[in-house]
T-cell receptor
Framework: GQQLNQSPQSMFIQEGEDVSMNCTSSSIFNTWLWYKQDPGEGPVLLIA?????ELTSNGRLTAQFGITRKDSFLNISASIPSDVGIYFC????????????FGKGTKLTVNP | DSGVTQTPKHLITATGQRVTLRCSPR?????VYWYQQSLDQGLQFLIQ???????AKGNILERFSAQQFPDLHSELNLSSLELGDSALYFC????????????FGQGTRLTVV
């Protein structure tokens, strides 16, 4: 089945540092979505990508849809304490599949 | 506020029991997804409905079932509950196009004792 491999599993950084995390798949995805989840809350959509090569920003967040359609990355610049949480990549695969598949998440800790 | 409403927020029940979780999608959204998230785990896709019809199925146990009603709200039924079913259950909805952004509700925390 379609699977998303997300890395790293966790990150510990200092406030002000930039962060990069990525997601890869062995199969092609038609969309890539990045979510952030705070403890006990539902995931919140950060960025949606629909075209191969697309680079999209949302404030300090930037995400790209890989040219091969098998990967995506999310960058956070100048991290702040409220960036703490779990970041998930997700995507819709090919072949008419409407299943929205999630990676296992990257847990981000920001030290003030 | 994502516009997706899930009830109840918390549910505590005994093993062997049956519960129903409810989801109201965002206005205008036709797709509803259900996910299970166990402690410190990722989001496991259970099932998806589009305009009342089942569209995709994930690792949903036979003890679990779901449906989407004509008014587009959805219910997830969990029966013969086991301790391992304790988890956060999320509903998400997405718009008229089948493949688009999905917005999540706050979840229902189910505790089976």
């Amino acid at each position: 089945g379609q699977q998303l491999n997300q890395s790293p599993q966790s990150m510990f950084i200092q406030e002000g540092e930039d962060v990069s995390m990525n997601c890869t798949s062995s199969s092609i995805f038609n969309t890539w979505l990045w979510y952030k989840q705070d403890p006990g809350e539902g995931p919140v959509l950060l960025i949606a990508l629909y075209k191969a090569g697309e680079l999209t920003s949302n404030g300090r967040l930037t995400a790209q849809f890989g040219i091969t359609r098998k990967d995506s990355f999310l960058n956070i610049s100048a991290s702040i304490p409220s960036d703490v949480g779990i970041y998930f990549c997700a995507g819709h695969g090919q072949g008419g599949s409407e299943k929205l598949v999630f990676g296992k998440g990257t847990k981000l800790t920001v030290n003030p | 506020d994502s516009g997706v409403t899930q009830t109840p927020k918390h549910l505590i029940t005994a093993t062997g029991q049956r519960v129903t979780l409810r989801c109201s999608p965002r206005s205008g959204d036709l797709s509803v997804y259900w996910y299970q998230q166990s402690l410190d785990q990722g989001l496991q896709f259970l099932i998806q409905y589009y305009n009342g019809e089942e569209r995709a199925k994930g690792n949903i146990l036979e003890r679990f079932s779901a449906q989407q009603f004509p008014d587009l709200h959805s219910e997830l039924n969990l029966s013969s509950l086991e301790l391992g079913d304790s988890a956060l259950y999320f509903c998400a909805s997405s718009g008229p196009n089948r493949v688009t952004e999905a917005f999540f509700g706050q979840g229902t925390r189910l505790t089976v004792v």
